[in-house]
């Protein structure tokens, strides 16, 4: 059983470009988790989707950042015109069933450079 | 809000020795407890958890006790393998209806550990 899968795993940008990052979660795991690892820090909660939904967007900035889970495909986390402060690991997790009945499963992560 | 504060790395051990790791949190209430590893080129693997005061999680030969009175959940391990090679994150998941969202979890910066044969 494949786990959750992130790619790229590795992005480099130059400042002003678009960035996208995608999460398949695992198989029969409707509820998807993004959160960003900035240098020197923890991972922190970005934004909680479930299929065609936003659940909860709360630790995303509010501008240029966007993220989807459409019905069919992998979720996508988009940041537009992105800057060196973007520079940093994003984690994707999923699990099957709402988070409050078990563990968040969690890809490899995306590093994502900004020159 | 929650927080979590867990030993700066790296941390180099050689085959056989024991292993701490420190980690202390911040949180309104009792929320569960978690460390979770990730090895080079993988995700973040769930280690152990405890969800209530003087739970002790134990997985693969590490342990970790949820201290209330010391707001702490120190990861140990009393003889290290060149496998056991990872970075190490501490997290805290908030209380159900403790006025946090129970999916927003809070993780340390994470001790890159190495361990020498």
């Known amino acids: 059983n494949a786990g959750v899968m992130q790619n790229p795993r590795h992005l480099v940008r130059r400042r002003g470009q678009e960035a996208r990052l995608r999460c398949s979660p695992m198989?029969?795991?409707?509820?998807v988790y993004w959160y960003r690892q900035l240098p020197e820090e923890g991972l922190k909660f970005m934004v909680y989707l479930q299929k065609e939904n936003i659940i909860d967007e709360s630790g995303m900035p509010k501008e240029r950042f966007s993220a989807e889970f459409p019905k069919e495909g992998p979720s996508i986390l988009r940041i537009q015109q992105v800057v060196r402060g973007d520079s940093a690991a994003y984690f994707c997790?999923?699990?099957?069933?709402?988070?409050?009945?078990?563990?968040?499963?969690f890809g490899e992560g995306s590093r994502l450079t900004v020159l | 809000g929650d927080s979590v504060t867990q030993m700066e790395g790296p941390v180099t051990l050689s085959e056989e020795a024991f292993l701490t790791i420190n980690c202390t949190y911040t949180?309104?209430?009792?929320?569960?407890l978690f460390w979770y590893v990730q090895y080079p080129g993988e995700g973040l693997q769930l280690l152990l958890k405890a969800t209530k005061a003087d739970d002790k999680g134990s997985n693969k030969g590490f342990e970790a006790t949820y201290r209330k009175e010391t707001t702490s959940f120190h990861l140990e391990k009393g003889s290290v393998q060149v496998s056991d090679s990872a970075v190490y994150f501490c997290a805290l998941r908030p209380l159900q209806n403790s006025g946090g969202s129970n999916y927003k979890l809070t993780f340390g910066k994470g001790t890159l550990l190495t361990v020498n044969p």
């Open positions: 997790a999923s699990s099957p069933t709402g988070p409050n009945t078990g563990e968040l499963f």
């Open positions: 198989k029969g795991h409707s509820h």
């Open positions: 949180a309104t209430g009792y929320p569960s």
